[in-house]
């Protein structure tokens, strides 16, 4: 029997906007912004804000289309349009700009694909990404994803609990971190588009944040296979913290005893730290991480502490003074 | 120099030069609002707007500083003519980057504008430099050069150095990895003023006394 998890901030069916009312209300807001031209052309200019109401998940029809269980997480705010999550990227294997991945991920390749784990665990072993495909049962979450530039979005993710992947390996009581490792490869990721950071990209959580519910392994969005700006085939989503923990394309999974140095933390750590939880108290020494602009609104938003996941994951950092583990 | 300079063209003290340069320079502009308008600057457009009326004092300042080296490499003395108008429609793009910032992107959100201005680098030096720009500005009109005195004027006009460096450091520090246009535009300001150096020392600076010989 299916259990179905209702956490404090998921959104009961009922209360979904169903798709034909919605775009109902869409086409009524379109025809009265459209009698104001100017204004019109500064809403889905400016803002979009047209179309912020909350919407079901529709396939874009672009990819392959992925079997999910059911949505088993999802915040009750409107999506980001797809276009938006699929043109505005940072992936800087394939650029600094944030339309550069869209541009320049064709080459990437992400199919066939191995994703190794090893480490300290009882049978490391190498996956491939259409085994895991076919034998994971997969799930639809729907999560806010807070960039560390203080903007947002809201992602119809598709995956399976990390948790799930480091049961098939039985980590080591001697494991206390892992370690995650993006793909580098000139070929599929040619040099002259990288923008100047070091690679592989490294990214790393505590075990017990691995092992959290809410941490993802994502293998598709909205419903399709992962574009490949968006770290296709396979990539880590954790929605409390900031988005470049959530590191893309990963070939690598190590289970280590000593804390990883992950790629930002390595190249600024003044600016980014290990943790890297998204809280609106402790600013980015060049801007404040009060507030954010969720990608297609005019006004910011006030930042949520942990992105608004503080019930299911304060209790992950009672003795940690956030302050100094930013 | 061995190449023989091109006599100044006639056109260059003609009446419509002046006009022409404000409506050349006031393309950039056109074509921002025209995509912010229409929904070019998706998915993220005023980010796009504040970064683009960024870039664009950026350019037009290296263009005002350009004007100087231009016309000691030409010969071509009614160039300066100008230098104020240039200077004039930078201060005016900085004047929009200031406001698309303060407006657009923060709301005129008074707590995060203040700790800006006084915790952050970066947005401090943009805004000693758009102080700068503004006190360039307003001494502009004749009226006002005659009052200074053209030595007090000079003087206090070369502030345009600090203005540009400080503003391309604004850029530079903006940035989260590497350095990209505001690189560009770092060797740049740096060439142009090389450029601007006496010309015994620009001599010395690229080698060989009294020739470009070598």
Not at chain 2, 101 to 126: E, N, S
Not at chain 2, 206 to 211: C, E, P, S, T
Request: charged share 20%; hydrophobic share 45%; with cysteine.
């Amino acid at each position: 029997m299916p259990v179905h998890r209702r956490s404090p901030w998921s959104l009961p069916d009922s209360e979904v906007t169903p798709p034909a009312l919605f775009r109902a209300r869409r086409r009524f807001l379109k025809a009265g912004a459209g009698s104001l031209a100017l204004s019109a052309g500064l809403a889905s200019g400016l803002g979009g804000w047209v179309g912020a109401a909350r919407a079901a998940v529709e396939r874009p029809g672009k990819l392959a289309p992925l079997e999910v269980t059911g949505t088993t997480h999802r915040v009750d705010e409107a999506l980001t349009d797809y276009e938006a999550v699929t043109t505005y990227n940072n992936f800087y294997e394939f650029g600094a700009g944030k339309e550069d991945p869209a541009e320049n991920a064709h080459t990437l390749k992400p199919r066939p694909w191995t994703l190794s784990v090893d480490g300290l665990v009882a049978r490391p072993r190498t996956f491939d990404v259409a085994d895991l495909l076919a034998t994971q049962p997969l799930e639809e979450r729907i999560y806010r994803l807070r960039c560390v530039e203080a903007w947002s979005m809201v992602i119809p993710w598709i995956g399976f609990p990390l948790a799930a992947l480091l049961d098939r390996v039985e980590p080591l009581g001697s494991a206390r971190y892992v370690r995650f490792e993006s793909l580098i490869d000139d070929e599929r990721m040619p040099p002259r588009n990288r923008a100047p950071i070091s690679y592989p990209y490294v990214e790393g959580l505590r075990l017990d944040e691995a092992r959290h519910d809410l941490t993802l392994l994502a293998v598709g969005l909205y419903g399709e296979v992962l574009p490949n700006q968006s770290g296709a085939p396979i990539r880590l989503v954790v929605p409390w913290k900031y988005g470049f923990k959530s590191i893309k394309s990963v070939v690598r999974i190590s289970l280590v005893e000593d804390r990883p140095l992950n790629t930002w933390q390595a190249l600024q750590p003044s600016e980014y730290g290990f943790y890297a939880n998204v809280n609106p108290e402790v600013d980015h020494p060049r801007w404040s991480q009060a507030r954010e602009r969720r990608i297609g609104e005019f006004f910011r938003r006030e930042t949520l502490m942990f992105n608004g996941y503080g019930e299911a994951v304060a209790d992950l950092y009672r003795d940690l003074d956030l302050t100094k583990w930013y | 120099m061995v190449l023989k300079r091109p006599p100044e063209p006639k056109w260059l003290g003609a009446r419509w030069v002046p006009p022409a340069t404000v409506a050349l320079c006031l393309v950039p502009l056109a074509v921002l609002i025209g995509q912010a308008l229409t929904g070019a600057l998706f998915p993220n457009p005023i980010e796009a707007l504040v970064r683009g009326l960024g870039d664009w004092t950026l350019r037009l300042l290296l263009l005002t500083l350009a004007i100087t080296p231009a016309r000691r490499l030409t010969g071509w003395t009614r160039l300066v003519r100008l230098r104020r108008t240039i200077g004039l429609i930078t201060f005016a793009y900085a004047v929009l980057h200031v406001l698309a910032y303060v407006g657009l992107d923060q709301a005129f959100h008074l707590p995060t504008l203040w700790a800006d201005i006084t915790k952050r680098a970066f947005i401090i030096l943009g805004m000693v430099s758009f102080a700068i720009l503004a006190v360039l500005a307003a001494t502009s009109p004749k009226a006002v050069v005659r009052r200074l005195g053209g030595r007090r004027w000079r003087r206090l006009h070369r502030l345009i150095y600090p203005a540009a460096i400080l503003g391309v450091i604004h850029h530079a520090m903006m940035v989260r990895a590497g350095w990209g246009t505001a690189g560009e535009h770092a060797v740049i300001l740096a060439l142009l003023l090389v450029l601007r150096l006496p010309k015994p020392r620009l001599a010395g600076v690229f080698g060989g006394r009294g020739g470009a010989e070598g």
